[in-house]
């Protein structure tokens, strides 16, 4: 029985894979404010984003730099309970991984614990600045995944000049990593309908061994129909979209705007230090 509970948690968590990949797409999708800009200019107010997070020293701007990120997730429709999923989970695990600095960072003693050892007030500030840090850089790349479907956003990046193996490899990454998890649910599938008893460790890797086989094979020959089948359709290995080459007014408006934002929040921090 513990052997199909196994199999059983991970046909749910490849369930849980696509439905959150569809979820995406459908995000990406919505009537939101980012949706309607222009993936291109997403990436560099975005990425300008990320460098001024990186930079800043001061607390108060920090916390305005997320506060603006999170209202741009809200305007995008994005919902709070994934809003709060994404700030909760990764910056838990930094803050658990950053609680060592506020007794090796030297500094001003702030209080005393058993044991001897002591929190610092440079510990504690390093330990808020890192937290900070990493939250706006999650809610900066979570605004443009969640808001810019795949496809404009590897054209997006083949406007800046990224290379186009580069592109490549993660369109064909993206698209592959689907048809590897529905072959694989399938053949978890099979095996939970025709398991009738419980099995012992020599089947269940006896199993095992077969089904990566079969998995590889079956990828292979997937990939390669694949491939004709795009080639067949026009594809060249250039990534193509809808969306018309050139901005709007909007996206002006947006880029101006939002570099505007960042760069007077980057000169307020300089001028407070």
Do not use: N
């Not at 510990?123 to 990493?134: A, D, E, F, P």
């Amino acid at each position: 029985m513990a052997r199909r509970h196994v199999v059983e948690k991970t046909l749910l968590d490849l369930s849980r894979a696509l439905e959150h990949a569809v979820y995406a797409e459908e995000l990406a999708r919505r009537p939101g404010l980012l949706q309607r800009i222009d993936p291109r200019v997403k990436v560099i107010v975005l990425g300008f984003a990320l460098l001024v997070s990186a930079s800043l020293h001061s607390w108060i701007t920090q916390v305005a730099l997320l506060i603006l990120l999170v209202a741009l997730l809200l305007a995008s429709r994005i919902p709070v309970t994934t809003i709060t999923r994404l700030l909760v989970g990764l910056p838990l695990f930094t803050l658990i991984v950053a609680t060592p600095a506020l007794f090796l960072v030297p500094g001003p003693e702030l209080f005393r614990l058993p044991f001897g050892l002591s929190v610092t007030t440079t510990g504690v500030w390093s330990m808020v600045t890192l937290l900070l840090r990493v939250t706006v850089s999650i809610a900066a790349a979570s605004a443009l995944v969640l808001t810019t479907r795949w496809a404009d956003l590897l054209v997006a990046f083949r406007a800046f000049r990224v290379p186009l193996i580069f592109v490549l490899v993660l369109a064909m990454a993206y698209r592959y990593i689907f048809v590897l998890l529905e072959l694989l649910q399938d053949l978890l599938l099979a095996r939970r309908s025709r398991l009738l008893r419980h099995d012992g460790s020599t089947e269940q890797r006896r199993w095992l061994s077969s089904a990566l086989t079969v998995l590889f094979q079956r990828s292979l020959r997937t990939s390669e129909h694949v491939y004709l089948a795009m080639a067949a359709r026009g594809y060249r290995g250039e990534p193509r979209t809808l969306r018309h080459r050139s901005l709007a007014e909007t996206d002006w408006l947006a880029l101006s705007l939002g570099s505007s934002v960042l760069a007077a929040l980057w000169l307020a921090d300089v001028v407070r230090l």
